[in-house]
């Protein structure tokens, strides 16, 4: 079950960080951009759903915080 949530909550993350990609690609905003390829590649670290959800909520919060 830890491993189907894994890639669940992976795949999940990763369409929001395919999201924040394309629009800071778009507009040439420098947080989302990075935090949508961060978004894609931090699954690949982690090995407990719980940590998993802990750095993908705060990966996801913090364009919402830092406007650059």
């Known amino acids: 079950m ?10 999940l993350f990763g369409g929001i960080g395919i ?3 394309t629009y ?4 040439k905003a420098v947080v989302p951009l990075c935090i ?3 978004l894609l590649v931090f699954p690949y670290f982690m090995t407990s759903v719980s940590m998993l959800l802990i750095v993908g909520a705060i990966l996801v919060a913090i364009p919402y915080f830092i406007k650059i």
Do not use: E, T
Not at 2 to 11: F, G, H, L, Q
Not at 24 to 27: C, E
């Open 24 to 27: 800071g690609r778009r507009k």
């Open 19 to 21: 999201g924040y990609l």
């Open 2 to 11: 830890d491993s189907a949530s894994i890639i669940a909550w992976s795949v």
């Open 36 to 38: 949508g390829l961060s």
